[in-house]
Structure formats: C-alpha cells, structure tokens
C-alpha cells in the first residue's frame, strides 16, 4: 500500500542500487550517503556504523540488516521491511518510517529524535533506552513493544494509542 511507484524516473548516477537484489552485496567500500535503494532486496546486509545520510530505502526489504550504529540522518524508509533488522544505537533523525515494519527489530539506544513513525508496526519490538523526543507514533502498532528507560517528551505522549501512552509512561522517562 505505501510502496507504489508514481515517479517519472531518470536514471542518475545515486540510481545504480535502486530496485536490485542487492542481499549478497558487500558495501564496505561503497559510498553510501544520499543513494538510492528505493525497491530493493537488502534483506540481511550488513550496514554497521555506517553512514548512510540523505538516502531513499524506501520499500526496501531490509529484513535481518544490521544497520546498527549507523548514521541515518534524513533516511526515507518509508514502506520499508525492517523486521528483526538490528537498529540498535542508531542515528534516524528526522528519518521517514511512515508505514514501515518494524516488528521484533531491536532498536535500542538508537535515536529518533523527530522520526516519522506513523503507522509504522513496531509490535515486539526493543526500543529501550531509545530517544523518542519529537517523534510521531500516530498510527503507529506498538503491541508489547519496550519502552524501558525511553526519553519521550509531550509531543511524542501526543501521538500514541492510549494502551501505548500508559506503557511509554510506566517504561520510559520523560525529556
């Protein structure tokens, strides 16, 4: 639903990667900031610590990555599959995950400050010790997801299910 392509696209160099199977692909030497990898299968790539800013992986199949302690500044993931990926201790500011999923990734200590989380299925997912300041979880499934020791504020408390609301207080601490 969220990852149909209307774009009158012309290929561009930051293209190379989009709609590829790219899941056997070693990225270690691969300049990675403002790419896109739009309609691609990552599935299990590993992207740790790496700095990944201003690139499109939306409706990217990255299940089971490692994108932990990677710098996604700006990323649009939206639509994308993250399940089981490891986004722990990662940089998303500011980043779109408008309808992504997310069940059972593990997100923890990663920072979303001001992150795009509607409608994003976050169900058993680990976002303990996360930065949730500023992030908008309006939409957003969070069935037995952890809140442990998450920093949220009152926009964030704003955007969240009742159910949700009561766990993220009991859980996290306030900003």
Not at 59 to 75: E, K, P, R, W
Request: aromatic share 8%; hydrophobic share 35%.
């Amino acid at each position: 639903m969220y990852c149909i392509d209307k774009r009158n696209h012309t290929m561009n160099p930051s293209d190379v990667f989009r709609k590829r199977n790219l899941s056997k692909v070693n990225f270690e030497y691969e300049e990675l900031i403002g790419r896109d990898f739009s309609d691609s299968n990552m599935k299990g790539v590993n992207l740790k610590n790496r700095d990944i800013h201003n690139a499109d992986l939306s409706c990217t199949d990255l299940s089971g990555a490692d994108m932990s302690g990677a710098i996604l500044f700006y990323v649009k993931m939206r639509g994308a599959d993250l399940q089981q990926a490891n986004l722990s201790s990662a940089k998303l500011w500011d980043a779109d995950l408008y309808g992504a999923d997310m069940r059972r990734a593990d997100i923890r200590g990663a920072d979303l400050f001001y992150a795009d989380l509607r409608n994003a299925d976050l169900s058993n997912a680990n976002l303990s010790g996360v930065n949730l300041r500023h992030a908008n979880l309006d939409g957003a499934t969070l069935e037995s997801t952890n809140f442990e020791e998450a920093n949220y504020d009152l926009d964030t408390l704003d955007t969240v299910s009742k159910d949700a609301k009561n766990q993220l207080k009991r859980q996290g601490k306030i900003w």
